[in-house]
């Protein structure tokens, strides 16, 4: 239906577009990993304070900054 429809929108957006996202509260940095690889043109920055989980997502995800 009509949230599909909208669905397959953002996601055809989003592969053309060139949008800075931020993760507040990132956690382990998989989300920002998950969604930079599905949208290379898009920027994802996650903010985290828990300094142990940002050591974690730094050594799990190198190839991302």
Do not use: H, M, W
Request: hydrophobic share 35%.
């Amino acid at each position: 239906g009509t949230r599909l429809i909208d669905l397959l929108f953002v996601r055809n957006l989003l592969k053309n577009a060139n949008f800075t996202f931020i993760d507040l509260g990132s956690g382990d940095g998989s989300t920002c990993a998950f969604f930079s690889k599905q949208y290379p043109n898009c920027d994802f920055i996650g903010i985290e304070i828990d300094p142990y989980l940002v050591e974690f997502s730094r050594g799990n995800y190198k190839n991302i900054n």
